[in-house]
């Protein structure tokens, strides 16, 4: 059974950053490329950032270009998002996510975590 | 700002049917990339519904179908259920912004 647990949530001030781990069971993690997907309160969802399996290539949007950086270690079966120069706007709901598909613009998130709530506020 | 539109509600008594749409332009579904929908329950993390455009993960019932023509994709819903009250998404790729993109969302009422 897949699982996908996210962690590091935490309310943080603007301006600083935080660390998000997901840890990932029940399906080989290295073989595919994971995301990360936030929804702000009482909002719709927002595709974050993508890295493929190796590790070897990250996508981001432009909405935390600079900022963000996703990595992974497959040794750990452990994806991160590294968020820095937080603000308001970054308050949201983050979920870990698996990617499925094929070619990369048809992947689809086919398993989600429960999400970790990340709130930036003074 | 999502690229992918979709109307805020839809609403429709036990048994109907009812439709979702989601319009984008040609730098995302028109440039026939996939869609795909999702469903999130009150207070859940959202699930897989329909992938690549008009294909159901296993344990999903035939209730739900896509389908998808020129810029714009569609999610039908028939047999509405009291189960099916949900907030419901699509996605899919866009070129121009070189990354995922989700509707609007679509909250589904059953009456």
């Known amino acids: 059974e897949v699982q996908l647990l996210e962690s590091g949530g935490v309310l943080v001030q603007p301006g600083g950053s935080l660390r998000l781990s997901c840890a990932a069971s029940?399906?080989?993690?290295?073989?595919?490329?994971m995301s990360w997907v936030r929804q702000a309160p009482g909002k719709g969802l927002e595709w974050v950032s993508t890295?493929?399996?190796?590790?070897?290539?990250?996508f981001y949007a432009d909405s935390v270009k600079g900022r963000f950086t996703i990595s992974r270690d497959n040794s750990k079966n452990t994806l991160y998002l590294q968020m820095n120069s937080l603000t308001a706007g970054d308050t949201a709901v983050y979920y870990c996510?698996?990617?499925?598909?094929?070619?990369?613009?048809?992947?689809?998130?086919?398993?989600w975590g429960q999400g970790t709530l990340v709130t930036v506020s003074s | 700002q999502s690229v992918l539109t979709q109307p805020p509600s839809v609403s429709g008594a036990p048994g109907q049917r009812v439709t979702i749409s989601c319009t984008g332009s040609s730098s995302n579904i028109g440039a026939n990339y996939d869609v795909h929908w999702y469903q999130q329950l009150p207070g859940t993390a959202p699930k897989v519904l329909i992938f690549?455009?008009?294909n159901r993960p296993s344990g999903v019932p035939d209730r739900f179908s896509g389908s998808k023509s020129g810029t714009s994709a569609s999610l039908a819903i028939t047999g509405l259920q009291a189960g099916d009250e949900a907030d419901y998404y699509c996605q899919s790729y866009d070129s121009s912004l070189s990354g995922y993109v989700f509707g609007t969302g679509t909250k589904v009422t059953v009456l």
């Open positions: 029940g399906f080989t993690f290295g073989d595919y490329a």
């Open positions: 996510a698996k990617n499925q598909g094929h070619p990369l613009e048809n992947w689809h998130f086919d398993y």
């Open positions: 890295i493929h399996g190796p590790g070897t290539a990250t």
């Open positions: 690549d455009s008009n």
